[in-house]
């Protein structure tokens, strides 16, 4: 079955784009100042947990941004939302005086996580939509009337003007 | 008349303008039969060249009957067939007379403004920012050809537009791009980019006599058409390009590489790719210059790089040192057109090349935004678009 992708290959990849450089200002974020986002959310034990999840976005975020296909590590990033979502639910209970901050950070993971599987999905589904296409067959489009073989040289009568000519010190040795 | 106007970033429209008329005395009016969509108009959608202003009509490959010509325009005359090559050219300065066209010291009119970009002007281009000349472009029914005595190149009856279109652009720069690598038969010629113009390029070292030919893309039907006339390749998503260069030369890496790509090159799995794209956004480079630090760690010492890919800007972490060191040549340049059309004029005659091979989408000036996308992403097999206002 063909199912068309919900957004182009291009905007999907835009997207995760997106996603690689959030992962990387959040990772940096959360690497430069954990102690202040632990007491934010009233999890003051957590500081060291928030710092090596730091590292990780940064490590993801450069995954998406310098893999030729950006895919499997758009799915490491919905692992590390599931992460984010563990540790946080956490903070959740009725003695934490910062719940309400909690709260906030939950529902911000979610939507994030949301974007994180659209994003995943759009370029899994371009991926296949493109493999289904058939493909164009250029392999006869040599624009010669015989084989590259019986053409190679062909053009030899060809006087290479003196000024693009290489030096005779750098042609090959001995010359032929 | 209709024509394609740029609007801004990915905003290309077919808007009704006003039509074109004689300015000056060696002008003609060329009432466009077919134009191209080719890669350089990708950087100006793409929004990377600096200079694009919005209303600007864009296109630089075009061909067509010519209906009007000015007073001191002796060369041609109504109804004459010409190719119009992109580069704009007095052939009367000290540049024209050497045959370096597309640095002509007189065609570009924002002279000033380009000398405080570049050092100095260039050549005026048709459809390609304000920094060489803002001249109305060729993708519309009607273009102004200025010092057309000089640049138009007329031809004869029997050959159709298709065969003929590219000589005004890509099959030059092909030519040319392999003519300044001044092949020996014992070269290797390694070509980035299989697109039309590395396609041009790869038919040029092979009729010029290159022992191997390699060509490097990701785009499996690019791959295709480049192994059709005669090239190895290498699919940069799938293996290390400079693994295979260097197996393929027994470890001494290929005498002459040629940049077909310039300056979007895509990402590949290197951390450089990924560097370039930070400072893009970040505006501290303007230009991605991955096939050239490529170009320069991989080629042979005592090598030749042939540019034509284009660059706009600022360019970060090029290996000069390797450049130096191994002692590297590098000829660059927009095309010297009007150097090589009436011997490629004889070769498409003679049938040595029918450029028209590249061709795989045709369609009407109106449909041409829609092109734009679909040639960019590399959609639907796209190579090489041809339109028909
Ligand atoms: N010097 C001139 O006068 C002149 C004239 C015409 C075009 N150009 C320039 O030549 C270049 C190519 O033009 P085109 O029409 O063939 O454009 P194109 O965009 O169709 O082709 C570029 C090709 O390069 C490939 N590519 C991208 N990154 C790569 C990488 N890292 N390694 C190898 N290949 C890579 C792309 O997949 C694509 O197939 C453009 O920069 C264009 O502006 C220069
Ligand atoms: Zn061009
Ligand atoms: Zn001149």
């Known amino acids: 079955m063909t199912c068309a992708a919900p957004i182009s290959a291009g905007s999907a990849e835009t997207l995760a784009r997106g996603l690689g450089w959030f992962s990387i200002a959040l990772g940096a974020l959360e690497l430069a100042a954990p102690r202040t986002l632990a007491d934010t959310l009233g999890m003051k034990d957590r500081e060291h947990l928030i710092a090596g999840y730091g590292a990780r976005e940064i490590a993801t975020g450069v995954g998406i941004l310098a893999a030729s296909d950006p895919a499997p590590w758009i799915w490491a990033r919905v692992g590390g939302d599931v992460l984010d979502f563990g540790t946080l639910a956490a903070g959740l209970s009725t003695e934490n005086p910062r719940r309400g901050s909690v709260f906030v950070a939950l529902a911000t993971v979610m939507t994030v996580a949301g974007l994180d599987v659209f994003c995943a999905q759009s370029l899994a589904m371009n991926r296949r939509v493109a493999g289904q296409r058939p493909r164009q067959d250029y392999s006869r489009r040599s624009g010669w009337p015989q084989p590259p073989a019986a053409m190679r040289g062909a053009a030899r009568d060809f006087d290479v003007p003196r000024d693009m000519r290489t030096p005779d010190a750098l042609r090959p040795y001995p010359p032929n | ?389």
């Open chain 2, 1 to 389: 008349m209709r024509a394609l106007v740029w609007h801004g970033k990915h905003d290309i429209r077919c808007d009704t303008v006003p039509d074109p008329a004689i300015e000056q005395p060696r002008d003609a009016i060329v009432k466009v039969t077919a134009c191209a969509i080719c890669g350089s108009d990708l950087h100006l959608y793409d929004g990377f060249m600096p200079g694009m202003k919005n209303g600007d009509i864009m296109g630089h490959e075009f061909m067509g009957e010519v209906v009007e010509v000015g007073s001191e325009n002796h060369r041609l005359k109504k109804g004459d067939r010409v190719v119009v090559p992109f580069t704009i050219i007095c052939g009367e300065c000290d540049q024209c007379k050497r045959g370096y066209f597309s640095v002509c010291e007189r065609s570009n009119r924002n002279k000033e403004m380009a000398d405080k970009v570049f050092g100095h002007a260039t050549a005026g281009l048709f459809g390609y920012t304000h920094l060489t000349g803002g001249y109305p472009g060729g993708q519309a029914e009607y273009v102004r050809v200025p010092c057309a005595d000089a640049s138009a190149v007329k031809i004869p009856d029997g050959l159709t537009d298709e065969q003929v279109l590219f000589l005004g652009d890509i099959f030059p720069t092909g030519w040319q791009a392999a003519v300044q690598c001044d092949i020996e038969p014992t070269d290797t010629v390694a070509i980035w980019g299989a697109g039309p113009v590395g396609q041009f390029a790869i038919r040029s070292a092979v009729l010029l006599g290159a022992k191997q030919v390699v060509a490097i893309d990701h785009v499996p039907e690019r791959l295709d058409m480049a192994r059709a006339g005669g090239a190895i390749t290498i699919n940069f998503d799938e293996e290390s390009v400079l693994e295979r260069l260097k197996e393929l030369t027994h470890g001494k890496g290929p005498e002459k590489c040629i940049d077909a790509v310039g300056l979007e090159a895509h990402a590949t799995r290197s951390i450089d790719s990924l560097y370039d794209r930070a400072k893009q956004a970040v505006m501290l480079e303007t230009d991605r210059p991955h096939v050239l630090r490529e170009m320069m760690y991989v080629c042979r010492p005592a090598g030749t790089l042939s540019v034509p890919g284009v660059y706009g800007g600022l360019l970060d972490k090029i290996p000069f040192g390797a450049f130096m060191n191994k002692g590297l040549t590098m000829r660059t340049g927009q095309t010297h057109v009007n150097r090589w059309t009436d011997d490629l004029l004889r070769r498409i005659q003679e049938g040595q090349i029918d450029p028209s091979f590249v061709i795989t989408h045709r369609v009407g000036l109106e449909e041409g935004p829609g092109m734009y996308k679909t040639f960019r992403d590399k959609q639907d097999g796209c190579i090489k678009v041809v339109l028909r206002p």
